[in-house]
T-cell receptor
Framework: AQSVAQPEDQVNVAEGNPLTVKCTYS??????LFWYVQYPNRGLQFLLK????DNLVKGSYGFEAEFNKSQTSFHLKKPSALVSDSALYFC?????????????WGAGTKLIIKP | GAGVSQSPSNKVTEKGKDVELRCDPI?????LYWYRQRLGQGLEFLIY????????KSGLPSDRFSAERTGESVSTLTIQRTQQEDSAVYLC???????????????FGPGTRLTVL
């Protein structure tokens, strides 16, 4: 069965420090992987995706994510956190071979950046 | 260009009343999704439309929930005889088809916050 895990409910980082938000997945075939961010009282905004190609994917607002096939992970990273990065982050996956359009969503990780 | 829009942004209703939520997808996007997000929770899939195909209603929680979409344009989500447990943010997303014939990145609207008193 396809699944996504975001093992941390909350991540706390000091402003200026690097941040990592973890995501692991399980699919039968090759994964399509996505990260979205949700600011308070807002809809979800697309950050980045991995379909194929380079394992390091760069996205909006200085975020990047590294696809690691052996560890079945797609962790979200940023070299230097900003207070404005504080938000809820969702990871999602779909199996490349699956004609099903549905994304499997993680439960979300609340990122808190402290000044 | 214009993104996904939803209306109303907030809706307060009394238990037992019907409500109708509207979603305007990005122009040219053939796929449209409805999700529900309860406070502090993740996304719960409700229904999916793709072009003129029959919608996937597998996520609708009860027969009080229904949705319609005319062609590749506006969609409405209707909740009949609302219950307090229906209180949540209802999110709409749309996507295009990618080069491989699969649905591409989903783009979300701002959501409708429904409060059932």
């Amino acid at each position: 069965a396809q699944s996504v895990a975001q093992p941390e409910d909350q991540v706390n980082v000091a402003e200026g420090n690097p941040l990592t938000v973890k995501c692991t997945y399980s699919v039968s075939g090759n994964p399509y992987l996505f990260w979205y961010v949700q600011y308070p009282n807002r809809g979800l905004q697309f950050l980045l995706k991995y379909i194929t190609g380079d394992n390091l994917v760069k996205g909006s607002y200085g975020f990047e994510a590294e696809f690691n096939k052996s560890q079945t992970s797609f962790h979200l990273k940023k070299p230097s956190a900003l207070v404005s990065d504080s938000a809820l982050y969702f990871c999602a996956v779909r199996d490349e071979r699956d004609s099903n359009y549905q994304l499997i969503w993680g439960a979300g990780t609340k990122l808190i950046i402290k000044p | 260009g214009a993104g996904v829009s939803q209306s109303p942004s907030n809706k307060v209703t009394e238990k037992g009343k019907d409500v109708e939520l509207r979603c305007d997808p990005i122009s040219g996007h053939t796929a449209l999704y409805w999700y529900r997000q309860r406070l502090g929770q993740g996304l719960e899939f409700l229904i999916y439309f793709q072009g003129n195909s029959a919608p996937d209603k597998s996520g609708l929680p009860s027969d009080r929930f229904s949705a319609e979409r005319t062609g590749e344009s506006v969609s409405t989500l209707t909740i009949q005889r609302t219950q307090q447990e229906d209180s949540a943010v209802y999110l709409c997303a749309s996507s295009a088809m990618d080069d491989f014939g699969s649905t591409d990145t989903q783009y979300f609207g701002p959501g409708t916050r429904l409060t059932v008193l």
